[in-house]
């Protein structure tokens, strides 16, 4: 389920509309912070009862992990929702229009049911893969891109995460860098950041507008005539922006969805996904973005496909990577 809107080829010329491009600029634009590219502060890790196990391995194993990465502790979670929660998502996303039960069904019920697995011990990055990072790729092999990710680059953004990227363009990055992409379960395991006792987000059940970036709700009627004609600002924030998760890990939800390595399946026993079609190279996304109008859109959980040479300015991704045997991270 895509909550962004196709954006390559947006023609920013309309004159009908340019008298309020000054004020759509008032009206949308998305508060800014200081950038905190990836530093880890004291005060942002969560208290040593709630992550005691997870962090205890983390620091064990950092001398070894590759730079820009952190290991993830091996273990078995619950990955997806139980049915039963599809009420409560509805009433999540209630400001999304034309919400109901039904509606959150046909949307989320990809994610359930909810189902036991095993997560070996991987690294990941800390961080979003940034223009910066991606240029030193593209200059280093003259790896010709499927996305126009250079729309977006510039001195301006350079630590800000790269977007416009196919599945494809993830991919040559990642084995360039001598890493890969993360699975669908180790990217949700991750995301969890170590915590079992929370649904919808790391941080707990409860929206935060200070722990992620996305388009909050409350969007005004000019806003949503920008985002119509695809003239809304990019709304990507520096990675590193936002508190880390258990495991470190930055901007697991917004800020930029996604890429995973999956191809696209229905969950064992789960239902039927009809909204996506068969015979193409689906390929998983996840956790939302900061044209995400909704939390109920960048939960842990939430999951949708999309075409593996497609790509969009609200899409990005960061690298997973294999753990040393001998690092004996598996999690009891
Ligand atoms: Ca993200």
Known sequence: MGTGNRSSGTAPALPAVAGCLLLLILTTAPPRRSSLPCEIRSDDLPAASEQKGPLEAVTAARSGAPEGMVPIPGGTFLMGIDASEIPALAELGSEVPHMSVDMARDW???????????????FMDTCEVTNREYAAFVEATGYEAEGPWHRYYDEDRLDHPVVEVSWHDALAYAEWAGKRLPTEAEWEYAARGGRQDVSWFPWGDTVDTEMANWREQGESFLAGLWRILGLRPMGTMPVGSHPPNGYRLQEMIGNVSEWCSDRFAPYPGGPDAGIYHEGEDLR?????HWQSPNPVFIRLTARYASSAGEW???????CAADLPASAGLRSP
């Open 108 to 122: 989320f019920g990809i994610e359930t049911p909810e189902h036991r697995v095993v997560v070996e011990p991987f």
């Open 284 to 288: 998983m996304v996840r956790g939302g």
């Open 312 to 318: 969009e300015r609200d899409r990005g991704f960061r």
